[in-house]
């Protein structure tokens, strides 16, 4: 995502309003409250999870001060903003993105935070007032779409980092038999180890799903990824939308309102008394795709009427 240039500005995009209407059997949340946002990045994806929030608590007829600070992809704007947070009296910080975060578990102790855009959960796992709605998906999730969209390739390669996902792998194996597939495995311990890797999954691998990994999926190794994907006619499934633009035959992704609405229902839960330890982080609940259809025609795959229509983005 682009980042834009450092300009710590606060986007006062918040309202008063008086608290309300809770379900039933749920407290009210305090008159009083103040939710403090912090914005990592300026991409759409940050600000449709804003509105996904705001629009949450709107329709919950929660209406309370929100005051928004956008980071502009500058760490160091953070520790101002979260200092404003507190001498605003927030009651809640919704963390929108890694800078922001990574500021907030590691310097707000006495407010809880919800963090939305993050990775996965090791990004607040240690910070007992903190939960998030992260964005990698459950590897279950992730390998019956391939098996959706992909029913024909039964064995799958995957190259990885160990030192970063062997525990995501060890999962992906169980998933894999479960399901009927069958995973090879490649360990990356650094970029030069990429194209032997690459090169033993030639005849092994029917389709290369791709993991967040930063040795193995990073800048520097899309093109050799991707070169290897066409060459030997073995679909490489993306990390995003990005990916599928690049070359990859397709990607899940995000619904980004969507993920700021379950941002909006953790912190209503915390703001009526939930202490947030007992929330614990969840993946995003709405899966969308991205496919490449051209390069679905260079691999001479025919992928579906069904799967193209029910994809959110095709390229051609």
């Not at 090791?122 to 992260?134: E, G, H, L, Q, S």
């Not at 941002?263 to 490449?292: D, F, M």
């Amino acid at each position: 995502m682009k980042i834009a240039p450092v300009r710590a500005s606060l986007l006062a995009l918040g309202a008063f309003g008086l608290a309300v209407s809770a379900p039933a059997g749920a407290a009210a949340v305090k008159e009083d409250a103040r939710v403090a946002v912090l914005v990592s990045q300026d991409a759409p994806p940050y600000q449709e999870a804003l509105d996904g929030f705001r629009d949450y608590l709107e329709q919950q007829g929660v209406r309370l001060a929100i005051d928004v600070q956008s980071l502009h992809g500058d760490s160091a704007a953070a520790a101002a903003a979260l200092q404003r947070s507190r001498q605003d009296r927030a009651s809640l910080v919704l963390t929108l993105g890694s800078l922001g975060t990574q500021a907030a578990v590691r310097d707000v102790r006495d407010l809880p935070i919800v963090a939305g855009l993050v990775l996965n959960a090791d990004d607040v796992a240690k910070t007992p007032n903190a939960t998030a709605v992260v964005l990698e998906f459950p590897v279950e999730t992730q390998l019956r779409y391939l098996q959706r969209l992909l029913p024909g390739q039964r064995n799958v390669g995957v190259l990885f980092n160990p030192s970063e996902n062997q525990a995501r792998i060890d999962a992906a194996t169980r998933v894999a038999a479960a399901l009927g597939l069958t995973l090879f495995a490649r360990k990356v311990e650094s970029p030069k180890e990429l194209p032997d890797a690459l090169d033993s999954l030639n005849k092994r691998a029917d389709v290369l799903w791709g993991v967040a990994d930063q040795i193995v999926l990073n800048p520097q190794t899309v093109k050799p990824i991707l070169l290897f994907s066409l060459r030997n006619r073995i679909p490489f499934v993306g990390l995003s939308a990005t990916w599928v633009k690049a070359g990859a035959l397709y990607a899940l992704d995000r619904d980004y309102k969507d993920i700021g609405r379950q941002c909006g229902e953790l912190a209503l839960k915390i703001l009526q008394g939930t202490a947030p330890s007992a929330l614990p982080p969840v993946p995003p609940r709405k899966v969308v795709y991205s496919v490449n259809l051209k390069t679905a025609r260079l691999l001479k795959l025919d992928l579906g009427g069904q799967v193209l229509q029910a994809a959110q983005t095709v390229i051609e």
